[in-house]
């Protein structure tokens, strides 16, 4: 299972550094120590984390920095992936942005796709309008 600095960590939920530090002194997400000392975060835990903070419980703490997509590139986490006989959906996310895919069973395969490792969505559309009447 992979595991994330502090820093990788604080990019990944949109925030800063010291946040996502005093978000895990206060037991909100386990760390634990690599051989050269740094803390780390295991995938899962990361993962359940992201969707807590994209669900609106992130902790609004001041010295967060907004999270920005820039040329339409989503770096975030995988938080689920759901496959079928033929299609499969990814659950990614990003910062406060929750993206969801659908894209085929082999293409998840062939990525090696799993819950708590990094990836990026990436957003080719430029007009997406999505209207509740």
């Known amino acids: 299972m992979q595991s994330y600095t502090i820093g990788r960590a604080a990019r990944l939920l949109g925030v800063s550094p010291d946040t996502a530090r005093r978000w895990a002194d206060a ?9 050269s000392g740094r803390r780390l975060i295991a995938g899962r835990d990361l993962a359940a984390l992201c969707v807590e903070v994209g669900q609106g419980a992130g902790g609004g703490g001041e010295d ?4 920005t997509s820039v040329r339409n590139a989503f770096p975030g986490i995988v938080t689920a992936v759901r496959l079928g006989d033929v299609a499969a ?3 990614i996310q990003a910062g406060p942005h929750r993206l969801v895919s659908l894209l085929t069973r082999e293409a998840v ?4 796709l799993e819950v708590g490792m990094e990836a990026t969505a990436r957003v080719k559309s430029t007009n997406v309008h999505v209207d509740r009447y």
Do not use: I, K, M, S
């Open 109 to 112: 395969e062939e990525l090696g």
């Open 27 to 35: 037991g909100r997400v386990a760390t634990h120590r690599d051989d």
């Open 89 to 91: 959906q990814v659950e």
């Open 64 to 67: 967060e920095e907004p999270y």
